[in-house]
């Protein structure tokens, strides 16, 4: 299983960015998927998941900002970042789970590397 994950960078705070993820390796349209966060010095932390069938669950700090969707014709997953604050600065990473439904405080199977969000006030 490989998950890529781009569109990381610098915005200010008010702004927004869209994160992506492909995927290889896998049948798609089995997993669960989610975007993850480590801000420097914490945990990580669940952002977003998303079911097979789009049921989704949002972690309360990002709710009504952040909107996580997936194309299992392309095997992508995306997160949607508006209104960002400097608190969202952390590297994101994209997840994988076998399973028709997760949560983000479900243990994943496997992982991208990462891209790196930074949010200036």
């Known amino acids: 299983v490989r998950l890529a994950e781009s569109g990381g960078g610098s915005v200010q705070a008010g702004g927004s960015l869209r994160l992506s993820c492909t995927a290889s390796?896998?049948?798609?349209?089995?997993?669960?998927m989610g975007w993850f966060r480590q801000a420097p010095g914490k945990e990580r932390e669940g952002v977003a998941s998303?079911?097979?069938?789009?049921?989704?669950t949002y972690a309360d700090s990002v709710k009504g900002r952040f909107t996580i969707s997936r194309d299992n014709t392309k095997y992508t997953l995306t997160l949607q970042m508006d209104i960002l604050k400097p608190e969202d600065t952390a590297m994101y990473y994209c997840?994988?789970?076998?399973?028709?439904?997760?949560?983000?405080?479900?243990?994943?199977?496997?992982w991208g590397t990462g891209t790196l969000v930074t949010i200036s006030s």
């Open positions: 390796g896998l049948t798609y349209s089995m997993y669960c």
């Open positions: 997840a994988a789970r076998l399973g028709r439904q997760c949560s983000i405080n479900d243990a994943m199977n496997a």
């Open positions: 998303i079911g097979r069938d789009g049921i989704t």
